[in-house]
């Protein structure tokens, strides 16, 4: 059965701190890998990932994908309470018709002033 | 930039009533879905929508369950007699067909209490 786990569930840090989330996958006909950001409802795109060891960016956050450890890590460097929210992590399951997300439970980040 | 809009936000019903949650997704996408996600728990995959006709679901999506889109825009879940269980934040999400890799882009959400 196709899976995703996260790690940690759940983390508290303070303003300036720099943190990593990590993400592994079990899933059959991997091709890509997507993290989202969920504030209060809706989860919004950061990031998709498809090749190994190349880094995607924006502002302080990247991410890479290990396709042959099948794992992603999601960093946040100089952290802000604005950045407080679940970070999901997905992936699509291509062996279906429309490529339904398969979630992780996400990581719960608390950043404190 | 264009969103997938969700109504209404939350909605409370009685336990065997039928609820209709309704989505206007991106109106270049042609891939649709809902997800739900009980609280404290993952978002999971409920069913997926394209070219007129369900694609793939669930086994969360049993005969309870059912989804349309009647005009072209809008795309609906509605659950004939909700059960306690049902009470969940459901989330409609749509994507472009262009390559396999696109992002699904979603919804603020439904939160539906069943009581």
């Known amino acids: 059965e196709d899976k995703v786990v996260q790690s940690p569930l759940s983390l508290v840090v303070h303003e300036g701190d720099t943190v990593t989330l990590n993400c592994s996958y079990e899933?059959?006909?991997?091709?890509?890998l997507l993290w989202y950001k969920q504030e209060k409802k809706a989860p919004t795109f950061l990031f998709m990932l498809?090749?190994?060891?190349i880094e995607k960016k924006s502002g302080r956050l990247s991410s890479i994908l290990d396709k042959k450890e099948l794992f992603s890590i999601l960093n946040i460097t100089a952290t802000q309470t604005g950045d407080s929210a679940v970070y999901l992590c997905?992936?699509?399951?291509?062996?279906?018709?429309?490529?339904?997300?398969?979630f992780g439970t996400g990581t719960l980040l608390a950043v404190q002033p | 930039e264009p969103e997938v809009t969700q109504t209404p936000s939350h909605q409370v019903t009685q336990m065997g009533q039928e609820v209709i949650l309704r989505c206007v997704p991106i109106?270049?996408?042609?891939?649709f879905y809902w997800y739900r996600q009980i609280l404290g728990q993952k978002v999971e995959f409920l069913v997926s929508?394209?070219?007129?006709?369900?694609?793939?679901k669930s086994e969360i999506f049993d005969d309870q369950f059912s989804v349309e889109r009647p005009d072209g825009s809008n795309f609906t879940l509605k659950i004939r007699s909700t059960k306690l269980e049902d009470s969940a934040m459901y989330f409609c999400?749509?994507?472009?067909?262009?390559?396999?890799?696109?992002?699904?882009?979603f919804g603020q959400g439904t939160r539906l209490t069943v009581v």
């Open positions: 997905a992936v699509p399951n291509y062996g279906g018709a429309t490529n339904k997300l398969i």
């Open positions: 929508f394209y070219n007129n006709e369900i694609s793939e």
């Open positions: 498809t090749s190994s060891g």
């Open positions: 999400a749509s994507r472009d067909r262009g390559s396999m890799n696109t992002e699904a882009f």
């Open positions: 109106s270049n996408h042609l891939y």
């Open positions: 899933v059959t006909n991997f091709r890509s």
